[in-house]
Nanobody
Framework: QVQLVESGGGLVQAGGSLRLSCVAS????????MGWFRQAPGKEREFVAA????????YYADSVKGRFTISRDNAKNSVYLQMNSLKPEDTADYYC????????????????????WGQGTQVTVAS
């Protein structure tokens, strides 16, 4: 059983940056591919970014490509989401998620493929 805890959310002005962190416990972190999702009020949860078990392969939603960067540090059991050039439409609760996978280049954007979820961290971007 993997437990995930996110942090780093907050209020930021449009054009600003935030770095989200997610720390995992209860499993062998390097066995898991990781993803970030977000859910805005009244909207469906949507995929943001994914990273494979080693950190060697990443995948992004078109809406964040070029602005957000996902990374991981397996020694620290952590995955990160660096968010730059933030826009008001990035306002949402952000969740990290884990799925058991040692694949290098396969990424999934389907939330149902991820078995473990954090509680979320709120990001608000003011215009």
């Amino acid at each position: 059983q993997v437990q995930l805890v996110e942090s780093g959310g907050g209020l930021v002005q449009a054009g600003g940056s935030l770095r989200l962190s997610c720390v995992a416990s209860g499993g062998i972190f390097s066995r898991y591919a990781m993803g970030w999702f977000r859910q805005a009020p009244g909207k469906e949860r949507e995929f943001v970014a994914a990273i494979n078990w080693s950190g060697g392969s990443t995948y992004y939603a078109d809406s964040v490509k070029g602005r957000f960067t996902i990374s991981r540090d397996n020694a620290k059991n952590s995955v990160y989401l660096q968010m730059n050039s933030l826009k008001p439409e990035d306002t949402a609760d952000y969740y990290c998620a884990a799925r058991l996978s040692r694949a290098t280049y396969y990424h999934t954007t389907d939330a149902s493929d991820y078995a473990y979820w954090g509680q979320g961290t709120q990001v608000t971007v003011a215009s």
